[in-house]
């Protein structure tokens, strides 16, 4: 076995080290690569993934391509909407992402739902309109003035951990959560498996 020489891996280490910001480099990459570079900058491991502006859908369709994911694609020009359906058709993804049409300054969903929503650029949509759809914890990554920013969502004091179906290991479904109480609209639907 021949001694690894110090300068190989001096020249190895430093072309690493010498890489740009993940947002400088998703934009020199293919729609994978900037896919990746965004969850790993966000952290975001599964749920619902908004894309605003998805335009021809390559980069949504990447965003869609793990199994925890379901991404929906938004834009207001209805051609764009067409290409990005195509795209996520050929890729084989339509069901786990999709693509439609939206008015450009409310988002289609919820207060709380959406885990991770990405825009090159939010157009009419006001940053307190993406943050009414972030569930707690969710991200907002956007690009701002040439660079990305991440914004999370913070998490209100005033909702408990619950880590199991009746809050905790003791089975006792008491918490120290004042958020919880009698149903004023339909969140979601859901229950135990």
Request: aromatic content about 6%.
């Amino acid at each position: 076995m021949k001694p690894t020489r110090p300068f190989t891996i001096c020249v190895a280490l430093c072309a690493l080290g010498a890489a740009s910001s993940p947002a400088a480099e998703a934009d020199r990459d293919g729609p994978e690569q900037q896919a990746a570079e965004i969850l790993t900058a966000t952290g975001v491991q599964g749920g619902l993934i908004v894309h605003l502006g998805c335009g021809d859908g390559a980069l949504t369709a990447a965003l869609g391509a793990g199994d925890g994911y379901l991404v929906h694609g938004l834009d207001t020009d209805p051609a764009a909407v067409e290409l990005a359906r195509e795209h996520i058709r050929d890729a084989g993804l339509y069901g786990r992402v999709s693509a439609d049409r939206f008015d450009g300054k409310q988002l289609p969903y919820i207060d709380n739902l959406v885990n991770l929503v990405v825009a090159e650029d939010l157009g009419g949509v006001a940053m307190d309109e993406v943050t009414r759809v972030l569930c707690p914890g969710g991200v907002a990554y956007v690009k701002q003035d040439g660079r990305w920013t991440k914004t999370v969502k913070p998490r209100p004091d005033a909702i408990d951990e619950w880590t199991h179906y009746l809050h905790d290991s003791s089975n006792n479904a008491v918490a120290d959560d004042s958020v919880v109480g009698p149903p004023r609209h339909i969140q979601w639907v859901g229950g135990p498996r």
